[in-house]
């Protein structure tokens, strides 16, 4: 029987493409145990539960007393909540190795899933009371179970002490690691977990994991640059750790750093290479940074790409709507807009878009019925009333624009909503009520006073509204 023995410069890829082939003509070669053990992980990670349970079976046909890969079995079946056959791989594993704490860890979390927490917990106590203090990693390993049994109860705040513990114990503890921030989040312990993190980072620099989740709280936190430094650390520890890539571009999108962002996201598209079609959202997200850096032609291009792999994402389409209203290409952008109010008919941003389009091609009939709906979708957010308020404002109607600002102020709340009702009085020569409502402006938020210079230009050398203005900007 051949023997195949894989080192590190051989590829995953290359040992799942071998097996599969192997696997499609029924004679799969000898493999050692930890390159199964490779095997059954990829397949987990791809949530392929049959194809890994597949590769678990093979594999105790060649290594018929592991009782890792028993383990490995037990845990699978109990994914796919199979609890007699998975409880039956553990008796399995207890008969070739009755003493292995690990075996007896596993049987605790198996039967925690299933519901038999006293039970589960027994197990855990015992194997507490037999370890030494000194035996540190078996007692990582032992809190973490005993974490993962609570998580399976909703206990969040015990499950939160547990983990924890482990991680006392053992700093480096992926598993806990990666758990922990379910029973952060649910247990609202944020605080708390900052300086925990910081205590890991402490004891290992180049935890990458505890850097993550550091981003993650100081995220909960609106510590955004923090949390950016955070997951920077993560990712140059680990250049293959995805995840820190993908939040760390969301907040640099955030904080409109949007040139960072795209290289994080360049990162991520660089690491998904293996995949015979990227992910279309990412696409979509490096259109994004592409449109807000005004880099046009590329956004629409890496849009169109994201389309061939997803046509029903509704706001790729918005996004190109808004790219061709960019070049001033009205028609184009309202096809666009019109595509993606098919696939999402309740989004008042792509009816306040199509108005505005349609106000550009001086079609007011069609363009009042495009604000209409988007402030009759969101009557509560005061820029579609604006938008709406200023289109009938730049077409002469300032009197129903007065009536629609009446409006707005029963449903929304913003001094922009003000400042277009002082454009608006100004518009119809009611400069006595106009100066009121400027004065009720300027006192709730006097730096957004070019608000009004936008709506009536003529007034920037206007006596009166300069004189005002300086009054208002010494009492600031």
């Known amino acids: 029987m051949q023997q195949h023995n894989y080192d590190k410069q051989h590829t995953l890829n290359d040992l799942i493409f071998e097996y599969e082939a192997m696997s499609q003509k029924g004679t799969v070669g000898f493999y050692e145990e930890t390159v199964f053990s490779q095997i059954i992980a990829y397949y987990k990670s791809e949530s392929s539960i049959d194809l890994a349970l597949e590769a678990v079976d093979k594999a105790l046909s060649q290594h018929f007393y592991s009782t890792t890969l ?11 909540k199979q609890e007699t056959a998975a409880l039956n791989a553990i008796q399995q594993a207890e008969v070739l190795s009755p003493s292995d704490y690990a075996v007896k860890l596993i049987k605790a979390e198996v039967l925690g899933l299933f519901g038999e927490h006293t039970y589960a917990l027994s197990i855990i106590s015992e194997l507490k009371v037999a370890c030494h203090v000194e035996q540190k990693k078996q007692l990582a390993d032992i809190f973490y179970s005993e974490g993962v049994v609570y998580e399976y109860m909703q206990q969040y705040d015990s ?30 312990r944020f605080d708390e977990s900052i300086q925990l993190y910081n205590q890991i980072i402490d004891h290992d620099p180049y935890s990458y994991k505890a ?3 550091l981003g993650h709280a100081y995220t909960y936190f609106g510590n955004y640059q923090d949390a950016i430094e955070a997951y920077e650390y993560a990712f140059i520890i680990n250049n293959e750790f995805e995840w820190a890539y993908r939040h ?10 949007y040139k960072k ?17 990227p992910d279309a959202e990412l696409l ?8 807000f850096l005004g880099e046009i032609s590329f956004a629409q291009d890496i849009y169109i790409n994201s389309l061939k792999i997803d046509d029903t994402n509704d706001e790729v389409y918005f996004h190109l709507g808004l790219c061709s209203a960019a070049s ?45 709906i988007a402030v009759e979708l969101a009557p509560e957010q005061a820029v579609y009333w604006i938008q709406f308020a200023s289109f009938l404002i730049k077409k002469g109607d300032y009197e129903e624009a007065l009536n629609l600002l009446e409006e707005a102020d029963e449903n929304a709340v913003g001094t922009e909503l003000l400042f277009c009702k002082t454009a608006c009085l100004f518009k119809m020569n009611e400069s006595t009520a106009a100066m009121n409502v400027l004065a009720e402006a300027l006192t709730e938020d006097f730096k957004m006073y070019p608000l009004l210079f936008t709506y009536v230009p003529e007034l920037v050398e206007d006596r009166k509204i300069n004189a005002i203005l300086d009054f208002y900007r010494y009492e600031a």
């Open 328 to 372: 001033e290409k009205w028609r184009e952008a309202i096809n666009h807009y019109q595509t993606a109010i098919k696939i999402e008919e309740s989004r008042e941003e792509y009816f306040a878009a199509m108005g505005e389009a349609y106000a550009q091609l001086k079609d007011n009939k069609k363009a009042f019925q495009y604000f209409d």
């Open 248 to 257: 760390c571009a969301e907040l640099c999108m955030e904080t409109k750093n």
């Open 261 to 277: 962002a795209l290289e994080c996201y360049k990162e991520v598209l660089a690491l998904e290479q293996i995949k015979l079609l």
């Open 70 to 80: 028993y383990c490995r079995k037990a845990e699978l079946l109990a994914i796919q």
């Open 211 to 213: 850097w993550y989740n």
């Open 284 to 291: 979509f997200k490096v259109g994004q940074c592409y449109q």
């Open 159 to 188: 499950m939160y002490l547990a983990l924890k513990q482990a991680l006392q114990f053992n700093p480096v503890h992926e598993e806990a690691l990666d758990r922990i921030w379910l029973c952060i989040e649910m247990s609202r």
